[in-house]
């Protein structure tokens, strides 16, 4: 299995990106795909999570109201469109894949997920 993630790049704040993750070696239709991110000496953080094919998403604090996940499980993908980025929003950007259907109270923890993308910076300027 193997993630793979891209999309990332230099903004000015207030600007946007998405972000896209692709799966390979099998399928996530029915499992939790996630976005956590991780700035330079700082603990990685969840960002948000879909849980599934229709299924509900969740978001961190930092992401609620200017992001937005979705997934295409025709392409094994999840996106993460962030808008109105600030420079706060500078980060490592990793993607992360479940082989359970995790409960929500595990949704926010990096060791429910089982696969990780190899990360995609991020870099907002004031």
């Known amino acids: 299995v193997q993630l793979q993630a891209s999309g990332g790049g230099l903004v000015q704040a207030g600007g946007s990106l998405r972000l896209a993750c692709a799966a390979s070696?099998?399928?996530?239709?029915?499992?939790?795909l996630a976005w956590f991110r991780q700035a330079p000496g700082k603990e990685r953080e969840f960002v948000a999570v879909?849980?599934?094919?229709?299924?509900?998403?969740y978001y961190g604090d930092s992401a609620k109201g200017r992001f937005t996940i979705s997934r295409d499980n025709a392409k094994n993908t999840v996106y993460l469109q962030m808008n109105s980025l600030e420079p706060e929003d500078t980060a490592s950007y990793y993607c992360?894949?479940?082989?359970?259907?995790?409960?929500?109270?595990?949704?926010?923890?990096?060791?429910?997920?089982?696969?990780w993308g190899q990360g995609t910076q991020v870099t907002v300027s004031s």
């Open positions: 992360a894949a479940s082989s359970t259907r995790l409960i929500v109270g595990m949704i926010r923890r990096q060791d429910s997920y089982d696969y």
């Open positions: 070696g099998r399928s996530f239709s029915d499992y939790p």
């Open positions: 879909h849980r599934r094919a229709y299924g509900a998403t």
